[in-house]
């Protein structure tokens, strides 16, 4: 389905997509506070994508050293074409050490990978321990968001759940009581527990361990007492040196929750005396898309959903509405380069704001991507007529200064005068919940100049 | 396992590689940020993620303080590897099975050093037996001295030997969730209070 036609309930409901908008926007604000108190933020985004696109450039050389690095640590090394493979040697893994329960921490890879319902066909009980992403597996729905999986829930909605699955009282809505009930629910899985399943942050060539971030500590909760700790990491997830950490530590949490550093940091060198550590290494199509010289720096992403939280559209349309394990801007990019035929609206669902470009710890060049992604589509024969036309539009506005500038001030004008129906009809989809902001008198530039001629150009 | 997926990752991979670019150089001391008092940034921002940090002259004193603090005096079942600071109730290291741990209340753990810019401590495994110590008990203190206080993550990551302990992290705070309409809750999974000891004469 595509994207609008998705999108449509959600924004339909007024008020949830507004509540929904402010969550999210209550966290880009966190982010920026957080971005503004470091005076080098800019330098450390900087170093961040030297970095990332450096390791991509040797990406094979720091595979191997990797490899090498974790056997020496004790760990047995993975790897997997695809989900499907990936999910096939969990399982292998667990039969061998006779697991029956296992809990997992959030991991996006997994979820890309579908490995709970594969496990859970094959007779695993798997528990989510990290809070929204178990109110999600409770209400059998998949997360929304890479970082806040249930940001699209309502506390009451938490409290029916959890009375439904884990006898809370009937109406009860308080946040405190909520995650008290989780606490010890979960406490129980942890504790009976034969293995425990965590994503990895990052990776780290020079020494053969992972970091694994979080703020509840649940993926260290589930892997200090278990004998069997299985990481799954798709393969773009490597640094080449430890210390680079300091560069992405100081980013990661500050991008994607407006925190200093996650509660969490934890480095994993080998297994626990006395009991066993795997690594799965996942392609999953990421050497397809390294081969791309224009959707390359995608793979770049580390995951902190700043991307999302930023997004007008994403905010007033949920996570939901992309249908992908990964939605918002950089879903935009990674899923339709998986499955373009079914995700050929999702480059779309963008007004080319390039906000999201702005934000992204790692100056991934999204709206660019995003831009580029419906040329792809294009190519391939995935677009129907109106958005061709609209594309086409877009590129000559943006190619011709003169036009742009043109363009704006017809707009200004045109949004005074045109009646409603021009600019909020059935062609335009994203005008159905959004009142477009009163036009200003004069454009930015316009002001500018008479700025400056008011003050006899001492700027 | 299949060596012959590996084979092919590899292959994929290098098919059309970027063209290679440089790694940048980050000399720990950077144009990275540093504090005129490192020690306070460091408390004042372990305060704005729910922990408490005490400053004291010795570990005696330190004693007196835990003493105080209400979770400490309730905890039933207590674990300290800090000679003069708190009992143990339970001796970890007759320990073998992790689980034996479930019921711990309070924990009084060591630190190596604190970063002023996140409020984070450094820890590893080869100060205590059973990892999980960090992360089950109801609540925890780390012991950390004073001094040991680095401006930010480059000079962290400058003293540290990565690679070096099966486990080793850095902790900010107790553990929190924010998962249910961004209200903040203490306590998610881990330590529902961190209080960090900064002992002057250790
Ligand atoms: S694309 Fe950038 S902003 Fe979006 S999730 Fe990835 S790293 Fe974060």
């Given amino acids: 389905m595509s994207h609008p036609t998705l999108a449509k309930g959600f924004v339909n409901n007024k008020p949830r997509a507004q509540w929904h908008d402010k969550a999210l926007w209550f966290v880009r604000e966190k982010r920026d506070r957080m971005a503004h108190g470091v005076p080098e933020w800019e330098e450390l985004r900087q170093q961040a994508s030297a970095i990332k696109i450096h390791t991509m450039s040797q990406l094979p050389n720091y595979l191997e050293q990797f490899e090498k690095n974790a056997k020496a640590l004790g760990v047995h090394v993975h790897w997997a074409i695809d989900g499907d493979e990936h999910n096939r040697?969990?399982?292998?893994?667990?039969?061998?050490?006779?697991?029956?329960?296992?809990?997992?921490?959030?991991?996006?890879?997994?979820?890309?990978?579908?490995?709970?319902?594969?496990?859970?066909?094959?007779?695993?009980?798997?528990?989510?321990?990290?809070?929204?992403?178990?109110?999600?597996?409770?209400?059998?729905?998949?997360?929304?968001?890479?970082?806040?999986?249930?940001?699209?829930?309502?506390?009451?909605?938490?409290?029916?759940?959890?009375?439904?699955?884990?006898?809370?009282?009937?109406?009860?809505?308080?946040?405190?009581?909520?995650?008290?009930?989780?606490?010890?629910?979960?406490?129980?899985?942890?504790?009976?527990?034969?293995?425990g399943i965590t994503g990895v942050n990052f990776a780290l060539a020079e020494t053969g361990g992972f970091v694994v971030c979080t703020n509840e500590g649940n993926a260290d909760l589930g892997v200090s007492l278990p004998k069997l700790h299985i990481a799954c990491m798709g393969i773009e997830k490597l640094l080449p040196r430890a210390s680079d950490l300091a560069v992405f530590l100081r980013l990661l949490a500050r991008s994607a929750t407006g925190q200093p550093i996650t509660t969490y940091s934890s480095?994993?060198?080998?297994?626990?005396?006395?009991?066993?550590?795997?690594?799965?290494?996942?392609?999953?199509?990421?050497?397809?898309?390294?081969?791309?010289?224009?959707?390359?720096?995608?793979?770049?992403?580390?995951?902190?959903?700043?991307?999302?939280?930023?997004?007008?559209?994403?905010?007033?349309?949920?996570?939901?509405?992309?249908?992908?394990?990964?939605?918002?801007?950089?879903?935009?990019?990674?899923?339709?380069?998986?499955?373009?035929?079914?995700?050929?609206?999702?480059?779309?669902?963008?007004?080319?704001?390039?906000?999201?470009?702005?934000?992204?710890?790692?100056?991934?060049?999204?709206?660019?991507?995003?831009?580029?992604?419906?040329?792809?589509?294009?190519?391939?024969?995935?677009?129907?007529?109106?958005?061709?036309?609209?594309?086409?539009?877009?590129?000559?506005?943006?190619?011709?200064?003169?036009?742009?500038?043109?363009?704006?001030?017809?707009?200004?004008?045109?949004?005074?005068?045109?009646?409603?129906?021009?600019?909020?009809?059935?062609?335009?989809?994203?005008?159905?919940?959004?009142?477009?902001?009163?036009?200003?008198?004069?454009?930015?530039r316009d002001q500018y100049a008479a700025h400056k001629k008011q003050s006899g150009d001492k700027s | 396992m299949s060596s012959s997926s590996r084979e092919t990752i590899f292959t994929n991979l290098r098919a059309a590689l970027p063209e290679s670019s440089p790694l940048p150089d980050l000399p720990p001391s950077g144009p990275w940020q540093t504090f005129d008092d490192p020690f306070a940034r460091f408390c004042e921002v372990l305060g704005t993620v729910g922990g408490d940090c005490q400053r004291v002259a010795t570990i005696a004193e330190a004693n007196d303080q835990l003493a105080k603090i209400e979770p400490y005096q309730a905890a039933k079942v207590k674990v300290s590897v800090v000679d003069g600071l708190g009992d143990s109730t339970i001796d970890i290291n007759a320990i073998e099975d992790p689980h034996d741990l479930e019921n711990v209340d309070y924990a009084v753990l060591r630190g190596h050093f604190g970063v002023a810019e996140n409020g984070a401590i450094w820890v590893t495994d080869d100060t205590l037996k059973h990892r999980v110590l960090y992360f089950v008990p109801q609540h925890i203190s780390l012991v950390i001295p004073a001094s040991q206080i680095v401006n930010n993550m480059h000079e962290a990551y400058d003293r540290i030997e990565v690679g070096k302990h099966a486990f080793a992290g850095f902790i900010s705070g107790p553990s929190k969730t924010a998962d249910i309409e961004q209200s903040l809750v203490i306590g998610a999974h881990g330590a529902r209070s961190l209080t960090v000891f900064a002992v002057d004469e250790l």
Wanted: glycine share 8%.
């Fill in chain 1, 89 to 195: 040697i969990v399982h292998e893994i667990l039969q061998q050490h006779n697991v029956k329960r296992v809990v997992k921490s959030k991991s996006m890879l997994t979820e890309e990978c579908h490995l709970n319902p594969f496990l859970e066909k094959n007779g695993y009980e798997v528990v989510d321990t990290d809070l929204g992403e178990r109110i999600v597996q409770l209400r059998n729905e998949p997360p929304s968001h890479i970082v806040l999986p249930a940001i699209h829930i309502k506390k009451e909605e938490v409290g029916e759940c959890f009375h439904e699955h884990l006898g809370t009282e009937k109406g009860a809505s308080d946040p405190n009581y909520l995650t008290e009930a989780a606490r010890n629910h979960l406490r129980e899985r942890f504790c009976s527990a034969d293995a």
């Fill in chain 1, 267 to 444: 480095h994993f060198h080998g297994p626990r005396e006395g009991s066993e550590m795997h690594i799965v290494l996942v392609d999953n199509g990421r050497s397809g898309i390294l081969q791309s010289p224009e959707f390359r720096r995608s793979l770049n992403c580390i995951r902190c959903g700043a991307c999302m939280n930023t997004c007008p559209v994403y905010r007033r349309s949920g996570g939901h509405s992309y249908e992908s394990a990964v939605p918002g801007p950089i879903g935009s990019i990674l899923t339709p380069l998986k499955t373009p035929e079914s995700h050929s609206s999702l480059p779309f669902a963008c007004s080319l704001c390039g906000s999201c470009t702005d934000v992204c710890p790692v100056k991934i060049d999204l709206h660019h991507q995003l831009l580029a992604m419906r040329g792809f589509l294009d190519r391939k024969k995935l677009l129907g007529m109106s958005k061709k036309l609209s594309m086409k539009f877009v590129s000559g506005l943006l190619s011709h200064k003169w036009m742009y500038t043109t363009a704006g001030s017809a707009a200004r004008t045109a949004l005074r005068w045109l009646p409603r129906f021009a600019v909020y009809n059935p062609l335009n989809g994203w005008g159905k919940q959004r009142e477009l902001p009163e036009p200003p008198k004069s454009s930015f």
